[in-house]
């Protein structure tokens, strides 16, 4: 590149290292004038890609492509002396994850210098043999439940949980996960795992539906039961969370359920036509939105007051009616499930989605419906940056 000549990009590629920009001819004040004037965005020490491509990308996609900048500039291959680990490994694994910060975690046999690793980066030491470990995009990660296990146990209960209805609904193993659970005893953060192993259930579709769940529990309201299939005029159809007895349902309106898969227009053209067929049967709707979870007291008092209008109790109540009026204030008989906490009975029974069904999607830097990155945060709040 002559004095004359403005500095420009290479036709090829998206990603680059400092030496492979200085081998088409960039230096390093070529290089600072692309980033000053937005054609380039550095995502870390000595990696970085086209502007172009940048902007495009959502938040998920983002915090996955600064795994592969980071595998990219080390040059990491399958065959490297580290696995990606916690958070980055979900990422890869296409997990939900839930207010959650972009740091790279990687599982090295001996701790090094934080210097060496980079201020983006942690390193965790927890023994790892190759049965923890798989290969996804040609880099070595931990395997679905061992990564499970290692969030679980650096994360908060509620971020715990969102990542394990998902894995449990990708098909992961809750007996080999209760069984590294059991081999941690004392360990730090071993009863927010085990809480969620208890609690998890991989009927949650996403992660506003888990928090939801979690949210209705703490708060001593009557449990729905989740995924409800109904009939109407207009089909059939599936409600996210539902008291059946009250026909009162619980839907949650995250972005992502009408931004993913279809025009906006016509998911929220159906999805009022469902509502009108169903309310004309008697249904009453609680609409969640993301800011709605961090509203506790509000949220309580919408769910009661839905109950409490579609529960007409007659002097002699009928018992199918009983666990909604105990939560209303009133002395009734109550299922014995109820009182265990059982509220879909013990012969439920639930059928995760098989491993190898969806993990068989591209491993690579991808659009994904777990995209929750980009999802609303308590208000206040930071995204919790994680330590080792």
């Not at 309310?279 to 008092?301: I, M, Y």
Request: aromatic fraction near 6%.
């Amino acid at each position: 590149m002559t004095p004359s000549q403005r500095p420009s990009l290479p036709d090829k590629g998206n990603l680059w290292r400092t030496d492979q920009l200085n081998a088409h001819g960039l230096n390093s004040r070529a290089i600072q004038l692309l980033l000053r004037r937005g054609k380039l965005v550095r995502l870390r020490y000595g990696c970085y890609i086209r502007a172009a491509l940048w902007e495009k990308q959502s938040a998920w996609i983002r915090s996955t492509q600064l795994i592969y900048a980071h595998a990219h500039g080390t040059l990491t291959t399958s065959a490297g002396d580290f696995v990606y680990s916690h958070t980055s490994a979900a990422r890869l694994h296409r997990l939900f994850l839930w207010n959650v910060d972009d740091l790279i975690h990687i599982l090295l046999r001996v701790r090094p210098s934080s210097e060496r690793l980079g201020k983006d980066v942690r390193g965790h030491t927890r023994p790892f043999d190759e049965t923890d470990i798989v290969t996804i995009g040609n880099l070595r990660v931990t395997s679905l439940e061992r990564t499970v296990v290692d969030c679980a146990m650096l994360l908060s209960y509620k971020q715990a949980l969102v990542l394990m209805d998902h894995a449990l609904r990708l098909g992961a193993d809750r007996a080999q996960m209760q069984a590294m659970a059991d081999a941690l005893d004392g360990r730090r953060g071993i009863r927010n795992l085990r809480k969620a192993l208890v609690n998890a259930d991989p009927r949650s579709e996403s992660a506003g539906e888990t928090l939801c769940r979690e949210l209705i529990s703490r708060l001593k309201l009557p449990m729905p039961e989740p995924q409800v299939e109904v009939q109407s005029r207009a089909g059939r159809h599936r409600l996210d969370f539902a008291w059946r007895e009250a026909k009162v349902a619980l839907e949650f309106d995250g972005k992502a359920k009408y931004f993913d898969f279809k025009p906006t227009a016509e998911v929220i053209f159906q999805e009022r036509r469902r509502e009108k067929a169903l309310s004309e049967d008697g249904w009453r709707f609680v609409r969640v939105e993301w800011k709605h979870l961090f509203r506790e007291q509000q949220f309580k008092n919408r769910v009661l007051n839905a109950l409490r209008r579609q529960t007409s109790l007659p002097p002699s109540r009928s018992p199918e009616r009983a666990p909604v009026a105990e939560t209303l204030g009133r002395a009734s008989t109550v299922p014995a499930s109820w009182r265990r906490g059982e509220p879909y009975g013990r012969s439920a029974v639930v059928t995760p989605i098989t491993k190898s069904t969806t993990l068989s999607t591209t491993a690579g830097v991808t659009r994904s419906s777990g995209a929750l990155n980009s999802m609303p945060r308590a208000k206040g709040t930071k995204a919790k940056r994680l330590s080792t």
